[in-house]
């Protein structure tokens, strides 16, 4: 089976930047779109940016002009370059990506964490 590898987290200052990755290993796989989720604590996961196989990118809102994805399709990996950071965007980051198993079913593989914490 497939797993993803994330790198990247850190502690930065407000104002501050840090460049995630992640990386699919293990089987090959057919990967449409890959993409970010953060989790905060006592709050529900929300989705971040997306960006599918040919390059197409979706944000959320609070992260628009900030943060920006990108991917390697040869590697399988996704990056997620977060600048100008805020104490709101401290959480736990989850990369995904949406493949399909050998019988054309669809399946998304998670990432294990990685953690993002900015100061003031």
């Known amino acids: 089976q497939a797993h993803l590898v994330e790198s990247g987290g850190g502690s930065v200052q407000s104002g501050g930047s840090l460049r995630l990755s992640c990386t699919a290993s293990?089987?090959?796989?057919?990967?449409?779109?890959m993409g970010w989720y953060r989790q905060a604590l006592g709050k529900q996961r929300e989705m971040v940016a997306t960006?599918?196989?040919?390059?197409?990118?979706n944000y959320t809102d609070s992260v628009k002009g900030r943060f920006t994805i990108s991917r390697d399709n040869a590697k399988d990996t996704v990056y997620l370059q977060l600048d100008r950071l805020e104490s709101e965007d401290t959480a736990a980051y989850y990369c995904?990506?949406?493949?399909?198993?050998?019988?054309?079913?669809?399946?998304?593989?998670w990432g294990q964490g990685t953690q993002v914490t900015v100061s003031s």
């Open positions: 995904h990506a949406d493949a399909k198993v050998a019988d054309g079913r669809p399946v998304r593989y």
């Open positions: 293990g089987m090959v796989l057919s990967i449409d779109t």
């Open positions: 960006i599918t196989s040919a390059g197409t990118t």
